[in-house]
């Protein structure tokens, strides 16, 4: 099974081109929603985390603030190391369980990992996807997405590694500063050569 490493900067639309590939019936295992699995109550990954950051991170439900976690580790290069240090372990493992487990099943399947060259994750797959768009459109499509001022989305991209370096990774590119059916054309393209290259 060819494991395929989607990643690309943040407002890019890698959450779009998942649902496109799980519409053609791809496994997507997306290590955004496992980062919020593992971190759920009476997980261990979050009783290390309130360990280290205090109890204060947990609501009456004792579950995880995610905004005030992202807060504190943003604006702390050691922190945002620490809590990584925790994290990563769990998500890759759990990424890995999943893979193996639709091995049997599908021919390949999407890895999506946001911050995948920043984890140095690269071993954990056999190509990988990035999806591109100009800094220009990254900066007006997070900043109408998630609410907030210019400056706050360039901080956001300013921790993530460079277009550049994302594109030099690339085995496949798709550019998705066209319209929605441009895109889906490219995901159908390269679901075909997905497939020629698993020997499906």
Known sequence: ????????????GKSTISTLFAELGVPIIDADIIAREVVTPKQPALREI??????????????????QLRQIVFTDPNKRKQLEAIL???????????????THQHPYCIMSIPLLLESGWQDLLDR???????????????????NISEQTAQAIIATQVSRQ?????ADDIIDNSGDSEALRQQVLQLHQNYLQLSNY
């Open 50 to 67: 309130t360990a280290l950051f205090g109890d204060h991170l947990l609501d009456d439900q004792g579950q995880l603030r995610r905004k």
């Open 1 to 12: 099974m060819l494991r395929i490493g989607l990643t690309g900067g943040i407002g890019s």
């Open 165 to 169: 370096t994302r594109l030099l990774a």
């Open 128 to 146: 990988i996807l990035v999806v591109d768009i100009s800094e220009h459109l990254q900066l007006e499509r997070t900043c109408q997405r998630d």
């Open 88 to 102: 990563h372990p769990c998500i890759r493992q759990r990424m890995l369980e999943l893979a193996n487990l639709a």
